[in-house]
């Protein structure tokens, strides 16, 4: 994972907070009923599953969403020949961390 995010980690991490925060809400509204009271228990299972749910979309998004993910899912594409990457320092580091022979760095 790259360590400045880029625009499209942004917009991911906002919708990863947007989606989690109503989650939160909504979980916080049904547990005001009785028959939800089970939700506030802080032992039980859900609260884990609940964690782990939103966690790992946020992981792999952010890793999906670098530039070395998004060339490798470009360089996926049937359709594309060659991904041509230009001769500078991060160019030369997204061709070396994607390592194929369709993705190369312009001369």
């Known amino acids: 994972m790259d360590v400045a995010p880029n625009e499209e980690q942004v917009k991911h991490t906002i919708r990863w907070i947007l989606s989690t925060l109503g989650a939160m809400g909504f979980g916080a509204i049904l547990a005001k009923y009785p028959f939800f009271t089970w939700l506030q228990d802080p032992n039980n299972l ?13 992981v792999w998004g952010m890793f999906r969403h670098s530039e070395a993910g998004q060339v490798k ?8 020949k060659a991904v041509d990457l230009l001769p500078t320092a991060a160019g030369v580091a997204i061709a ?3 390592a194929s022979p369709a993705v190369q760095v312009e001369q």
């Open 73 to 80: 899912a470009t360089e996926s594409i049937p359709a594309v």
């Open 96 to 98: 070396a961390k994607v």
């Open 46 to 58: 859900q609260m884990v599953a609940y964690v782990i749910a939103s966690l790992a979309p946020f």
